[in-house]
């Protein structure tokens, strides 16, 4: 794992040996079209290098679009869609990705996930996406909301560890059997909804980013990365993505990482991966 010592030339290198980047934007219920295009050059202007959408986010058309208006060259880029619930089982995935790749404009994607563990269906996605990736179309695959017992049934399957699995993560929620265990596999955490959908007016994290002279999102976000969990924040505003990226000239220090930990509720914002109805 390499040294935090920026937001976007550094990065975990994955069990694939890709190197990801620490932090990225999300473009979760960002409009498609102007809005969407907006937060992706104003993101690529202040040097995040990676983004995160999704089929069904519905908007990698503008992605691709932002993509491209903003000049940075592909190779500088970390590219990250998910397959859709609606689209599970292995052919259906593998045409899904061609029409996620179409609308994004791009030949290879750095990262394909699946993103609810559908059952029934999300071990023949995975065989899907163990093939894509062999045909040199995705450089690393993983997955996103998956519980212990989901990544146990599609390791035994086919032998090929995710690289990365998004989850919802945040002091609220950390996770840490899931953590513990996705460290012992090689396997990248990634948090979505890391600020909680906004709900940062708790107390203690009030108190941090007084003490750091930070902002109440920096706080958590550092917070992401120093227990190596990479953070992928939402935002559409130029202003607030650029100040996400101020998480690198600070260190949260062994007690307030403790702190911030022991606020866990077990305690979600978005569903529950066991029992979802999509």
Known sequence: MSTLNGPFTGGPTLNDGVTMPWLGIGVWQTKDGEEVVHAVKSALEVGYRSIDTAAAYRNEEGVGRGIRESGVAREELFITTKLWNGDQGYESALQAFEESRRKLGLEVIDLYLIHWPVAGKYRDSWKALVHLQKEGLVKSIGVSNFQIHHLKDIIEDTGVVPAVNQVEF????????????????????????????????????????????????????????????????????????????GIFDFTLGDEDVKALENLNQDSRFGPDPDNFNF
Do not use: C, F
């Open 170 to 245: 945040h002091p609220l929620l950390t996770q840490r059997e899931l953590l513990k265990y996705s460290r012992e596999q090689g396997i990248q955490l990634e948090a979505w909804s890391p600020l909680m959908q906004g709900n940062l007016d708790l107390p203690l994290i009030q108190e941090l980013a007084t003490k750091y002279g930070k902002t109440p999102a920096q706080i958590v976000l550092r917070w992401d990365i120093q227990q190596g969990v990479i953070t992928i924040p939402k935002s559409v505003h130029a202003t607030r993505i650029q100040e996400n990226a």
